[in-house]
């Protein structure tokens, strides 16, 4: 067995979990499932890209890129390779997500999550 069938979270990382938590849609998941790449870059830019101060658009080098999404390309220009078509999937699917590749790296800038935040309104109780 590879993998532990359980994992134990501590009790902070949880809450820092379901404080941060970010709905996906469950169709893109299943169309990037054929890449664990695919589906690491659509969670990742997922949670990041709304968090991104309106106004200062991130940077992510291709050194930190490739640190945490390809660490098994020997090249750097292998990963590069993999990882402009894997976002280029990825971007089908999460098309509001705002992202500038060039030389350099990736840049961020603030994106609607996937899914946007719904209101759900309940019915008044009657009285009793």
Known sequence: MLWPS???????????????AVPLHEADLA?????????????????????IDPHRPAF???????QQFGPDYGRMDNFKRFFRVTLRQVLTRYQAARTEEDGHGLRLHNS?????????????????
């Open 112 to 128: 609607p999550p996937p899914v946007t935040k719904r209101l759900v309104m309940l019915p008044p109780k009657s009285p009793a």
């Open 6 to 20: 359980t994992i134990q979270l501590s009790l902070d990382y949880f809450a820092s979990l379901q404080e941060h």
């Open 31 to 51: 169309a990037l499932a054929h890449s664990a790449m695919a589906l690491d870059l659509y969670a990742w830019l997922a949670q990041r890209l709304h968090r």
């Open 60 to 66: 992510v080098a291709w050194a930190a890129l490739k």
